[in-house]
């Protein structure tokens, strides 16, 4: 399975990468909107993990587009910004149905991905 994981905070999703390369997925990463696009112009992802709120290109923003791009890509958003009752009740909006709250344990994102490669 491979995964693009998309983070404006390069620490942060560098680490991310590196913890689930250690688990045994494939993942690249990158820092903005469109870096992702580029990305997933080169190789093909499974998964799109996205930070919601990034400069330039939200992360619901950037779903709609990689969607276009690649329609069989799942998503899962993290989000650092409000309660997580607040950000259920703008997904029901969005249609957005995995996220995660920062700071996101490397097991719910595990247990989430696989969720994912289950479903597929």
């Known amino acids: ?12 999703v ?28 080169e190789k ?3 998964v799109a993990v996205l930070d ?5 290109v939200s992360g619901i923003d950037l779903k709609k587009i990689l969607q276009k791009q690649c329609p069989s890509m799942k998503f899962i958003f993290l ?3 409000g309660s997580e009752e607040a950000f259920r009740a ?5 249609g957005i149905e995995n996220y995660l709250l920062k700071p996101v344990k490397i097991e719910d994102l595990v ?6 490669r289950d479903e597929s």
């Open 90 to 94: 703008g997904s029901a909006e969005t």
């Open 79 to 81: 989000t650092g910004h």
């Open 14 to 41: 560098s680490s991310l990468s590196e913890r689930l390369d250690l688990r045994g997925f494939h993942s690249d990463w990158v820092s903005s909107g469109e870096e992702a696009l580029q990305k997933a112009k």
């Open 44 to 46: 093909s992802y499974d």
């Open 111 to 116: 247990d989430r991905i696989q969720k994912i």
């Open 1 to 12: 399975m491979r995964i693009l994981l998309v983070d404006d905070e390069t620490e942060f």
């Open 52 to 56: 919601m709120k990034m400069p330039k």
